[in-house]
């Protein structure tokens, strides 16, 4: 258990207490002695990338390019990468998406909107492409049945 002790936004620092069994003494101060390994973010992979903004748009947290931006702001990437590097992965990914047909960009309101295809796309969890074949096999079914 870990709690800080202090007023935030009172004081710049506070006092942390860690609590822990008496046998996991060693193991926590070897743990909080040793440097801690580099965090990345895994958002430039662009199927996770792809996976977050549809994610997003499906559950309807974002839908102008502000909103999107917005929402990449409460991602470590947005605090880790250089912003270009960032803009081009997002920018490449929501071309993807439209591609794929899993959302549309609306000139008439100027918004991004999710598909069927890409709500079903976010519902199940899986990738665009393993939802196109899904469809196509249940469209096939439905017409032989």
Known sequence: MVGRAGRAGHAACGDSFLLCESKAGPA???MLR????RVESCLLAIARMKRLLLEGFGTG???TV???EMF???TLLWHSAEYAKLHAC???CIEQLIE???IEWSTVDQEFCTTDLGLATSAAGIDSKEAKQTHRILA???DRG
Do not use: N
Request: overall charge neutral.
């Open 66 to 68: 502000e909103q999107v």
């Open 61 to 63: 947290l974002m839908r």
């Open 72 to 74: 990449l702001q409460a």
């Open 100 to 102: 794929e047909g899993v």
């Open 34 to 37: 040793t440097p801690m390994p």
């Open 28 to 30: 926590v101060e070897t």
């Open 90 to 92: 997002a920018k490449r």
């Open 140 to 142: 096939q079914a439905i």
